[in-house]
C-alpha cells in the first residue's frame, strides 16, 4: 500500500465454454456421414447438435474426467518437466483438461483438484501444447487476453495482491508478530538474516500467501485484473559486475533483502493470471533509496530517490531495474497477460512546491517513457501501458501532461483512512442499501468522482490503483502507517469482523459500491490480509476475498454502476471517448517540443538537499556493466528453490536485440555513500575516478 498523506455496457459477446469444434467433431461426421445421406433435414438438425454437443462433451466433460490420468501426454510437451510452463511442476506432468467453465475440477501443479466457480461465462485455459496460447477470460464482459481492450469501453475491476512480494506488517501480520522490533522489510529481514530463518520462511509465504485458489476465486467473483506489487530485489543484480545486494563490499548497496528468490513465484503468478485470463498491472513498488520514506517501500525513514547525494545514483540504478522488467514483460510470451506496468510508484510525498514536485518528478517519468519506448515501440500492442502515480499532488496537476507520450495511465490511491480526520461518522446506520453507509458512500462520489472523471479528459486514462474499505485506519500495524493514529471511535470493532452484525456489513457494502462507482476503474487494496498470530484477520475492512465470504463485498462488481446517481451525484462516468494518442493510436510517441523542453533535462537541474553548484559532484555509477536479464523460472511443486525450465520456447527474457546498453555498476575503486541514508552526507569535494 502507498498511501497518500492528505487526501458498463456489458460487452455483446456469447459465454460459450473455449475450444468448441476441435478434431472430435470432425471425427464424429465423418464416421457417420454416409449413414445419414438422404435421411433428411430432421437428421441434418441432428447433426448441427453432434457437431455442438459432442466437443462439448470431450473437450469439458471428457478431459475432466481423465485428470487423473498421467500418462496420456501430448507427444509435443517437452519430458516430465513442467506441464508445459503454465502449471509448472517439478514432478510429472499434469495432464487431462485444457480448458473448462463454471463446475469444471482444476487440477494444481502439485496435484491437488478445485472446483472452479464461475457463474459469469468465464472459463480458464491451460493447454500444454501450446503454453503461452492467451485465450481464456475471467467473464462474458471482459476480453479475453488475446483479444483488445478497450478503454473507457471495457472496465478495469481489479484487486492488488498486496503484501505477497513486498511485505507489509498489516497484510502479513504473522510474519512480523515474532519480531516486535520490526517495522518494515528492511529489519524484518534483518532480523530474520541474524537468526537463519530468512529464505525459509520469505519463501514459505511466497509459496503459499497467494495459491492458484486464490486467483480462481478472483475470476469467478467478477474481476478481470490484478495489481502485483514488486520489489526491485525480485531481481538479483543488475549488472554481472554488481555484487549481491547483502554483501556489497563497497558499502554502497549493502541491503539485507531476500534478493531474486521471489521471481520464480512471479513468474508462475503470471501463469496463473494467464490459466484464468486476468490482465496484471506489475507495479514496482520499492525503489533503491526509498522514494517515499513509509516502511512499505522497504525501509522508513529517509527518501534517497532524487533526494540528496545519493539521489542521481539511486535513480539510474531504478531506471535499470525498469528497464530490466520492461524487457521481460514486453516479450510476446507476455504482453497479452501484463498490459500495464506501473513505474516509480509514490514518489516526492515530500514536495509540497507543486513547481518543486513537477521539476523532479516530470523529468524522471519523461526519461523513463522514452526508455521504455524505445524498447517496446510506438503504438498500441508494442509492450505495455506505462501506469505513473499521481504523486499524492491530486489529479489536476497532471492535466495536459506529455502531450504526444505513448500509452501512458495516471494512477490515483484516494482513502479516507489517512486524511488526518476522526473520521468518527457512523457506517452502521441502516439495513436499507439505498441509506445504509451514513454520509460515506456519498463522501466517497463526491470526493473522488468528480476528479477522476475529469481527469480522463483532461489527462487520458485514469484508475485507482489502490483503494480500500477502511474508512478508517484501524487494524493491527494499521493505525499510524501514515503517521499517527487518528480514528476518533473505539477501534475494537474494525479488528474482528466476526462481530459485525448485518448492519455493519450492509454500510460497508454501500460504501465499496460508491467507492467503485466513482473510480469506475479501480484495483482494491488488497485481495487478502492474512490472520493474525491468534487467528484473526486484524484488518477485515482491507480484504476483498473476506469480504466476499462475509456478504460486505459484492458478488458482481457490476452492481456498484450507478450507485453515485443513485445518491445524487450523478454525472461521474466518462463519455468513453480518448483521444487517439492517448491508447497507442496516431499522434502516440510524439511529445510536444514544449513538454520536452521543459522535462527533457535529465539528471533534473535541481536536487534537493544538494547545492546546484554542486551537483557535478554528487557520486553516481558508471554504465559499464553487462545487464542482467529476467527468464522464466518457476518453482517446483514442493516449493523449493530449485527451478523448472521448459524446453517450449519461452523468450529469452529481453525483447529488444537492439538495446545493448551496459548496465550501471559501482565505479571500481570508489566507495560510495549509504545509498538509503545520504541526505545529511556533505557532497565529495572532487568527483571519484576510481582505481
Ligand atoms: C485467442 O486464443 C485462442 C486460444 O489459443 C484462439 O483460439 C483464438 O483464435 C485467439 N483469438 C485471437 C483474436 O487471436
Ligand atoms: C467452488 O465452490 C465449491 C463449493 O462451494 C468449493 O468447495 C470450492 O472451494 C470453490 N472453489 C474455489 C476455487 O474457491
Ligand atoms: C514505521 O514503523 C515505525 C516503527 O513501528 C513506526 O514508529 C512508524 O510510525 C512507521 N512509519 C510509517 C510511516 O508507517
Ligand atoms: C449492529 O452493530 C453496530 C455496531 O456495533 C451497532 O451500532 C448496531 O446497533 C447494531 N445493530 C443491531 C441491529 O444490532
Ligand atoms: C464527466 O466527464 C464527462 C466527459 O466524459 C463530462 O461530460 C462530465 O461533465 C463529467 N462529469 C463531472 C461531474 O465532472
Redesign the pocket.
Known sequence: MLLPTSESTPRAVSDRAYGTGHDAAATGKSTKKRWWIGVGALVAVALVVVAVVVPVYFLVIKKHSTTATASSAPSSTPGSSSGGGESPSGGTTVVGAVTGGDGSTVTTANGDT????NSFGGYWLADPENPFASGARPNSWTPALNESWTWGVDRVYGVNLGGWFVLEPFIAPALFQPYPAATDEWSLTTLMRADGTLQAKLEAHYDTFITE?DI??IA?AGLNWVRLPIPFWAIRRISSTWSDVGTDGSGAVAEPFLEGVCWKYIVRLLGWARKYGLRVNIDLHTIPGSQNGYNHSGKGGQINFLNGIMGVANAQRALDYIRIIAEFISQPEYRDVVPMFGILTALFVFYRNLAAFHLLMFPSYLQAHDMIRKITGIGAGNGPYISIHDGFQGLDSWAGFLPGSDRVILDTHPYFAFSGAPNDAPIATSDDPASAGGVWPKQACNAWGASINSSRSAFGVTVAGEFSNGYNDCGLYLDGVGGTPHYGGDCTLWQDSSAWNLTVKAGVMQFALASMDAMGDWFFWTWKIGQASDGVVRSPLWSYQLGLEGGWMPTDPRTAVGKCAALGVPGLQFDGTFSAWQTGGAGAGTIAASATAEFGVWPPATISHVDTAALTLMPTYTATGSVATLTYITPSASGSAAGVTPTASIGNGWFDAGDTVPAVTAVAGCTYPDAWNALSLPVPTAVCTGA
Open positions: 478445485f472446483v472452479y466457480n485458489q480462481a476465486q469467478g
